[in-house]
């Protein structure tokens, strides 16, 4: 079992493209949200193309589970050929069960409430562009970061990133060097 996890591409195709080189073999990836919108309170990027975008996305032949993010209007959904589920989405993938939501709305105690609810092996989260895993009892937080408008830095540069899970645990891999950041094992 791999499953991709991605959040914040806000449009940006070259972004999208690199991080696929560390999920596009992936049985399952998931998204969580802010899929193809750039705010312009962010700046724009090289690569922002909503339109190719979408195409590659529409293209991918791994399923894609995409929660709703803050900045996915329902306009631009009209692109994509897959549904984005808001404001949560649950998979099951193997005996792994994840819970994805952009988490703009929801305090960390709060994410953590709705995992247990659901029983969720995993609460998958993005926003912040932040990447996060980490492990509170049964269930494991995890955030991706952002591999377009990264908001980590190591030594004052950003670092874009995208998610793994498999069995044995988590990863956070920066997409430019493939170097693991943050893992978290079984």
């Known amino acids: 079992m791999k499953i991709g996890v991605i959040s914040d591409t806000h449009g940006n195709i070259i972004a999208y493209e690199k991080a696929l080189q560390f999920i596009g073999d992936a049985d399952l990836i998931v998204h969580a949200g802010d899929v193809l919108y750039h705010p312009p309170r962010l700046g724009f990027t090289d690569g922002y193309d909503i339109p190719a975008l979408a195409d590659a996305l529409n293209l991918l032949a791994v399923p894609i589970v995409i929660a709703q993010g803050n900045c996915d209007a329902q306009v631009y ?3 994509l050929e897959m549904p984005v589920q808001s404001p949560y989405a649950y998979v ?7 819970l994805v939501n952009h988490g703009h709305m929801l305090s960390r105690n709060q994410m953590i409430d709705i995992a247990h609810r659901y029983k969720a092996d995993y ?10 895993i980490e492990r509170v009892g049964s269930i494991v937080l995890m955030n991706p970061g952002s591999p377009s408008i990264p908001k980590f830095e190591i030594d004052g540069i950003p670092v874009p990133t995208v998610g793994l899970i498999t069995e044995n645990g988590a990863w956070v891999i920066n997409i430019e060097d493939g170097s693991v950041i943050i893992e978290l094992h079984s």
């Open 92 to 98: 099951s993938c193997g005996d792994t069960r994840i």
């Open 123 to 132: 609460f998958v989260s993005g926003h912040t562009h932040v990447p996060v």
């Open 77 to 79: 959904e009209e692109l």
